[in-house]
Structure formats: C-alpha cells, structure tokens
C-alpha cells in the first residue's frame, strides 16, 4: 500500500510554515524514489503543534509536530513513513492529552481527512442528519433542534430552535438563511477552522435550516480576511451542487435548497446580524433597528433565519444522534459541546471542544499550560473585545452563559485571551473604547460620541488628572453605553472597561503612583 501523508492546508498551519513543510516532503519523496500519497487536510486545532504531519501506519495514523522544513531529512532518516520515532514524534493524536480531553461533536472531522472529499465526509459520519431531516416535517425538525438545547454561538446564546420557529412561522414566498461567517472576536477561528477543515458539515447544516423553515436560498457571509476558507467554501458547494446534496431535489428529496459564498466589507460591526443583512443586499454596514426581527424581515425584506457557522454546523449532529443525545452534554441551560479557541499569551493556544462546565482555570492552566512566557497569568477575556477580563480570582467560573453573566462576563463566540502580569489593564480598557470608536456604525450617540470621550477621559486617568473623578466618570458613561446603545458593539464596551476598573484597581492609580509601584 502507498504511504499517506497527512499535511495540513489550514491558514493557521499555512501561517506556521505547513506549505514549506509539504514542499519539503514532497522534494525528499522525489530524492528518495518513494512514493506516497500527500493528503493535505484541514487542522486539528492544536497550533501549537503545527504545522502537524500524520501518516497512516498499519497501527493508525502517527503525528508529528511542530515540523519545521529542516526537520523533513532526518524524518525520513528515522522511517517516519512507519510511524518511526523522531523528536517531533507525537504519537497517536488521539492520544495526545489535548486531544484525548476533548469532546468532538460539531468538530468530530475537522482536521482529519481532506476537506473537499464528500466521499470522506460521507464515511464518517457526514450526510446521516439531511438524511434524517428531508424525511421529516418541518415542524418536526424545529423540534428537535429546540429540544437539543442549542444556542446562537455566534455570542448572544439565543435558542435556535425558537429562532427557526419563528420563521417557520412566518408565511412569505421566498425567505432565507444566512450563515454569519464574519468571525471578528479576538481570539476567535472556530467558523474559519470548520470552513476550512470541514466544509461540508456547515452546507449540511443550512441545508438542514432551509428544510426546516422553508427557506430555499442561503448565503454565508465570510470575512474578507479569510481567502482560504472562502476558497474553499465555494469548492465545497459547488461540489455539494453536483452530488445532488444542494439544489432543486436535496438528495433526492421533494425540497430545494442552494445557497452562494458571499465576502464581506471588512468591518466588525458587518458581524452584527443587521448590519450584516445591510451590507449582504449592498449597502453600508449600518445597524438596524429592531424590531422586525430578521426572523420577520430579514434579508430583502423576507423571513430570514440569522446563525453562526457553530450552530449551523452543529445541526448535523443533532439531526442525527437525536436532540436527547446532544443535550446530555453541557450543564444548566448551556447544553451540548463549544469549541473554545485558547489564544493570546498562552502555552497550548488552539481549539478545544468541550461539554459545557469546564471552569475558566481548568481551560487556562490545565489545557492552555499557562504561559506562553511563563509569567504568571494576570487577566484572561473571554468572549472577543466586547467581553470581560477576570482575574485569577474567578477562574472557579464554569464555561456557561449564565455563570459567566451572574460574574458580569459574557462567553460569546468562546475566543479566550490570556495576559500575562505585565499587561497593564488601563491601556486594555482605553484600547476597548478606542476599539469601539474605530468600529462604530455611527448611528447611535452613546456609542459613537461615548467611545471617544471614553478614550479622552481614560487618557486624564492614565496622566493622573483628577484620576478619581475622571474614573467616575468613566463609570457613568459606561452605564450610559451600556443602557443606551443600540446594539451590543456600544452596549457591550462598558464590560471590559469596567471589569479592568473592578478586578485590577492599581492599574487605574495616578500616575505617579503608578510609576513608583513599578
Ligand atoms: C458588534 C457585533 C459583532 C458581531 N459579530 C458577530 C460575528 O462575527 N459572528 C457571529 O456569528 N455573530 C456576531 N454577532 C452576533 C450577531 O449579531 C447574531 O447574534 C448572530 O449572528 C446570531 O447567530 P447565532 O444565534 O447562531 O449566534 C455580533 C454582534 C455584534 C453586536
Ligand atoms: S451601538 Fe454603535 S455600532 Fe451599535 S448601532 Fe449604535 S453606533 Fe452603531
């Protein structure tokens, strides 16, 4: 049998040198005379061991990482096409303990075979929810998405189910579904992971969403930093069009769906469910009132389902095993598995999915191993630049939208960005401002003048200017942002301005306190 070789062609992989990699290998085949077959997968998620070259042995695949270009002779050398041990030598990656600790659901394929191989996304697994779904009432879908217990990952944790429902519910000729793919948290490549490492379980995932609402055309919106997963997106569906998976019979079925690949207009606030609908039908990115709901005026007007490529891609699975399958992971009303992407300052940076219930120190310290500089951690944010930094002290808080709510955090799209005792938390609350200044649409005052006073007043902080009162004022105006913004971009800067002011109050002294305590 010819050896395969398995290098990834994920961006986070690609950033880390994987392209080097591969063309090393490849140039040591040829040297060589041996032949092999080179399978260039999506990534497993673990980047501080990329880029990660698996073969497949006659005992499983054996991995190996982070290989460098350098490193490609003297695996060859120790008969790394046999699994041979080398210093990059990993093992077995199930058996690697970020791995091995992991629970995949939604990423049960990413990472493992190549991505655009429907053959491969069959044999594991892929197809058997649309499968279940085109031979079920559409009510009867909505069902059981509702009782899996799935909520928006995108960041406001809405349920699904409800969501659906109401554009079930909605009669009208035409609606939608649209896929938010504009992934701009910190932190945050769960969406462009799964675009690129599994493509075809988000397609099954709208397809299953077009089904159950009566929607028949979907769009994903992708961020127009990610070329890679747009790329490969577009691949995947015109693939999915040809097998007959999308299109006017959905396997075979009475039901129509097809969906297109759209590149959004580079501003965060485009990942805002509104101002995403504005900027897919061409115009500015600009928030919009609410209500009509999406659900009932979406897209050009029409019924729109709205969902992250998390939910979505976490259809299939539920479709498949059952509701009761996908809601026994998870604790009180947070059910089911989320992909936490660990990043930032930090030793063991990747994706790590995982039932719902880990606590942030667990995450941390025992997935994460501390440090990258290994300083002790000072803050961690969690939930992109519009969440909260918590110190070490509430490291005891369980990954849950309502645990992290009742300490004043958010979970968001479970982005989680380590700092070590060197950040200072007043330029971290000035950059949140600063940030909220930058993306604002503009269309509501507590938010576009809010955030630039913000600025200025934190800069009268930070040079010891009445440092008191000007603090107090950045309390009132953060409650002004918070109660009176139109969406969560001005609603939700106050969380890691206030949560800095909270947790670390040294860091907010006069200056020249400051100065002297360094
Ligand atoms: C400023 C801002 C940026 C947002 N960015 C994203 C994003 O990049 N991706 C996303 O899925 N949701 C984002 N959201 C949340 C969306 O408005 C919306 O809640 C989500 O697309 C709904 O899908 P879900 O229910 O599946 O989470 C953002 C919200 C705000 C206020
Ligand atoms: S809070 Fe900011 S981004 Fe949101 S609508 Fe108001 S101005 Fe626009």
Partial sequence: MIPRIYIPADSGALALGAEKVAKAIEAELKERGVEAKIVRNGSRGAYFLEPMVEVATAEGRI??????????????????????????????PDKIPFFAKQTRLTFARCGINDPLSLDAYKSHGGLRGLQNAVAMAPADIVKQVTESGLRGRGGAGFPTGIKWKTVLDTTSEQKYIVCNADEGDSATFADRMIMEGDPFVLIEGMAIAGIATGATKGFVYIRSEYPHAVATMNKAVAIARKAGVLGVNVLGSPNAFDMEIRV??????????????????GKRGVVRAKPPLPAIQGLFGKPTVINN??????????????????????MGRSRGTIPIQIAGNVRNGGLFETAFGLTLGEIVDDIGGGTSTGRPVKAVQVGGPLGAYFPRALFDTPFDYEEFAKRDGLIGHAGITVFDDTADML???????????????????????????????????AAGIEAEKNLALVTDLCNTMKFGSLCALGGFTPYPVMSSITHFPEDFKPAPARVAAE
Avoid at 65 to 92: A, C, I, Q, T
Avoid at 429 to 443: H, P, Q, T, Y
């Fill in 63 to 92: 991995a190996y990482g982070p290989v460098k270009p350098s490193d490609v002779k003297s695996l060859f050398d120790s008969g790394f096409l046999k699994g041979g041990h080398h210093k990059r030598w990993l093992g077995s």
């Fill in 264 to 281: 959004g207009a580079g501003a965060y606030v485009c990942g805002e469910e509104t101002s995403l609908l504005n900027s897919l039908e």
């Fill in 309 to 330: 490529v998390i939910s979505l891609a976490s259809v299939p699975i539920i479709m498949d095993k059952g509701a009761a399958f996908y809601k026994d992971f998870g």
């Fill in 427 to 461: 330029k971290q609350a000035r950059f949140a401002m600063e940030f909220c200044a930058i993306e604002s649409c503009g269309k509501c005052t507590p938010c576009r003048i809010g955030s630039t006073r913000g600025v200025e007043v934190l800069d009268k902080v």
